[in-house]
């Protein structure tokens, strides 16, 4: 009984001090579950029209540094349908950028009439980092760690009494006491998940050194230094890069290039295999801006076990990509059950004071007489 009362008061104290991260991180996490949707809804692309062949990439490159005089392209986002536009970032030689939507096919550029809508990408920064880089990122990562203490020890407590239903038509108290065993009951193995994984994205780097010292896998190979070019040396095309990184990695689609514009940069190309449920891909290639050669190619299809669940299997299960819609529904219904549960325990707990209170003042009240 002594263990179980300190296992309860501690399991109250957890979720009294996490309750405000754990409602935001709840909300904010069923919304990034679909936030490719709602990003595509809240900022519609003009339509495109397939029209034959698109245009190669050093085409649409040179058009559009023609179009803006002093801007090079730096980065470009490849059109993931026929009916979608291609999306290149430009940098000026004093670092300012331009991001612009382009028709593939035909090259023109396409206006936005607006500023972007940006909901998506504050509520994913939010959900990730509080809005405040890296310490907003750490606070993050404890409040994972004290949901998954939360999801271990509710089933504890919940052993005993084994609430499973709800008796909606009994005093609040007890229907909230219900509610609250019955939905960590439930969603118990996804909060388990939920924040195991979730640590894991935080410490990615330790969780790789701890993979890799019980699986052992060979050294991965590291990326090799660009060369020092010749004055007089030219630049690789974009069509040339790309051909090089679909050549290594047959069937993959790109996601986005960066072509590396800056003195020591190399050209990084990520790709994307059918298998891999992560945005963009987790394959990359890196190339020699002016020679080509290859200075590190990560496949994910040949990667170790640790590369594969940091990099690729973490992300996609924490979010709900693993297997597709159903999951990803699961995700979201489940992130918005942590809510709830952060409302109902601080609720039982202060039910239990008020009763504690009323007792500690009807005995204050019998000794007086």
Known sequence: MLLRKLLLNLHLC??????LFLMLLGVTGSLIVFEDQIDGWLNPEAPIRPQGQRRSLDELTHQIEKTYPGYKVAGLNFPQRMDQPAGFFLLSETGDGKDMAVDPYTGRIIPRH????????????????????????TVVAYAAVILLFLAITGLVLWWPRKVRTVRWSGPGAKTNFDLHNALGFYSSPFLLVFALTGMVIHWEDPAARWLNFI???????EMAKPSRPDPAAVRITADQALAVAEKLARGATPSFMELGVRPGEPI???LKFPEDHTPAGRTQVFLDPYTGQVLLFNNTRTASFTYKYTRMWNRSIHTGDIFGWPTRILACLFSLALPLM???GPLIWWKRRRVAKGIAAGFGAGSLK
């Open 114 to 137: 607006s500023a972007p809508n940006n909901f998506t990408g504050k509520v994913h920064q939010l959900h990730t980092r509080l809005l405040m880089r890296q310490a907003g990122s």
């Open 215 to 221: 699986t052992r896998p060979p050294a991965e190979p």
């Open 14 to 19: 957890a979720g009294l001090v996490a309750a």
């Open 342 to 344: 952060a409302v109902t």
């Open 268 to 270: 990084r190309i990520v």
